[in-house]
């Protein structure tokens, strides 16, 4: 009989281990998301709080798409390596779909359209658009698109910094005649933080979409583009989209999807 039991007790605790092992199996791990630490209002950390229009949208697209995550807040020049690296799985945090990435990265759906803009001195009469700035000092972020145009600006000196608030403060003190950066981020400042020091002159120019990035193959940008599309539909992004911009969207996900293939189109029959 004591054999018996013995063989019983040792079926149960197989069977248990079993179970235990099953179920550990069955647990989501946690997709690691790369934000940026200082890029209002899209992405940003205050008093260890993660805010910004992104973080909302992707806490709506996760609960849609049933995505399990962990958001890691990092400066800008370390979202492209780590999503490289496999430090992080995905990266939202204003990140423009370019041609030059895409061999590297694979890109959700945009959600988002904006574009540069020339901020300069408010007591400077002489910078009055993009078309002012050769032979000027002009400052913007390293690595950012906005970094890409003002390099191809004949005659301009670039100075690059790594947080955008660096950017602000060369101009507010003086030490450059001007700043290229997004559109929405500048806005931002102006509100916030300029402090009348500093005005946007010219047209927003260099249309940009934002997107999720995550590595070649990777495999959450289709869950990611669902989500997009759900919450485009039920309302939860126009609401977000107001709620951070005081305004309602010109253009749905949906609309700047379309524009941006068409123009990629038209660019790639182009360039044959």
């Not at 009989?1 to 069977?15: D, Y």
């Not at 609960?63 to 992080?88: F, Q, R, T, W």
């Amino acid at each position: 009989m004591v054999g018996n039991r013995s063989k019983r007790g040792i079926a149960l605790l197989a069977v248990l281990l079993v179970m235990l092992a099953a179920s550990g199996c069955g647990k989501q791990e946690a997709v690691k998301v790369g934000i940026e630490q200082n890029f209002r209002p899209f992405t940003y950390t205050e008093n260890g709080d993660k805010k910004g229009f992104e973080v909302d949208l992707w806490q709506a697209i996760a609960k849609k798409a049933d995505i399990k995550y962990e958001l890691v807040p990092m400066e800008h020049g370390e979202l492209i390596k780590s999503v490289k690296s496999g430090a992080v799985d995905l990266a939202i945090a204003g990140m423009t779909v370019s041609n030059a990435r895409k061999n590297n990265f694979e890109y959700s759906s945009p959600y988002f359209q904006t574009g540069l803009v020339v901020l300069t001195s408010t007591d400077n009469g002489v910078i009055k658009s993009k078309e002012d700035l050769a032979q000027k000092v002009v400052a913007t972020k390293n690595g950012s698109t906005a970094f890409n145009y003002a390099g191809e600006i004949q005659g301009a000196k670039i100075r690059s910094y790594s947080n955008v608030a660096d950017v602000y403060n060369e101009l507010k003190n003086n030490t450059v005649d001007a700043a290229i950066f997004d559109e929405r981020n500048a806005h931002d400042f102006l509100q916030d933080k300029a402090q009348g020091q500093v005005k946007m002159v010219g047209e927003m120019f260099n249309k940009e979409r934002y997107a999720v990035v995550g590595k070649k193959r990777n495999k959450y940008i289709g869950k990611v583009n669902k989500g997009i599309e759900a919450v485009s539909k039920d309302g939860t992004y126009e609401t977000m989209y107001t709620k951070w911009f005081g305004a309602k969207p010109d253009q749905m996900p949906d609309k700047i999807k379309k524009d941006m293939e068409y123009e990629m189109q038209h660019e790639t029959v182009k360039g044959r």
